[in-house]
Structure formats: structure tokens, C-alpha cells
């Protein structure tokens, strides 16, 4: 019960304070979980796989523990098809940030399950 009032917690604190894009889909499986950004760049985490497509574009992505942590940072050289493999702890949340050369900030959240 703890933990889910923590995760709401920042749920709720992350998309007033962090104008994080509102998470559309919902997980097709209990081991993967989709999100859509901007109809530009769709993230997945599968079987400890982080897969990213999208745009055309050249960047950097960090990934952070929900207490700030910076868990990865790799520079991309294009988003339009990512595979990182990563393993995250399950039933914890992450923030996903990626940053393009053109200037655009995508700031989302996954839960891994």
C-alpha cells in the first residue's frame, strides 16, 4: 500500500511539475509496456530490451530511478530504431528523458512489470 501511494505521489507531482505527455496506452502484456510521445517516438521495454522508434533525428537519453537517479545516458545517432538492452527492476518506475539536436525535450515514465 506504501509503495502505491509513493507511485501516485509521483505520478501526480511528475505531470503537474514535469508537464510529462499523458501515457495513452496501456501494457499489452504483463512483460511489456508501450508508450506513445508526441505521435514521434514510441517506447517499449520488453524482456529487459528498451526499444525505441520514432524519428530521424540524432540525440541523447537518460534514464533515471524515480528518486533521481541517472541510471543510462547514451548519445543516439538516430532514433527512427533503438535497441538498448537494459535490465530495470521490476515493479519500480523510471523516467525516460530524451533530448534531440533540434531542441526538443521528451520526458516520460514507464513502469517495468
Do not use: W
Request: hydrophobic letters at 40%; one cysteine or more.
Amino acid at each position: 500500500m506504501k509503495n502505491k501511494l509513493f507511485s501516485y505521489c509521483f505520478l501526480l507531482f511528475s505531470s503537474v511539475f514535469l508537464k510529462a505527455v499523458p501515457n495513452y496506452s496501456s501494457p499489452i502484456s504483463n512483460l511489456q509496456y508501450s508508450i506513445q510521445l508526441d505521435n514521434e517516438l514510441n517506447i517499449i521495454y520488453q524482456n529487459n530490451t528498451l526499444l525505441i522508434k520514432g524519428i530521424h533525428i540524432n540525440g541523447n537519453i537518460k534514464i533515471y530511478s524515480i528518486i533521481g537517479n541517472i541510471i543510462m545516458e547514451m548519445n543516439i545517432q538516430d532514433f527512427s530504431e533503438v535497441v538498448i538492452p537494459i535490465t530495470l527492476e521490476r515493479q519500480n518506475l523510471y523516467i525516460i528523458r530524451i533530448e534531440t539536436t533540434d531542441n526538443r525535450i521528451f520526458t516520460n515514465k514507464i513502469v517495468t512489470h
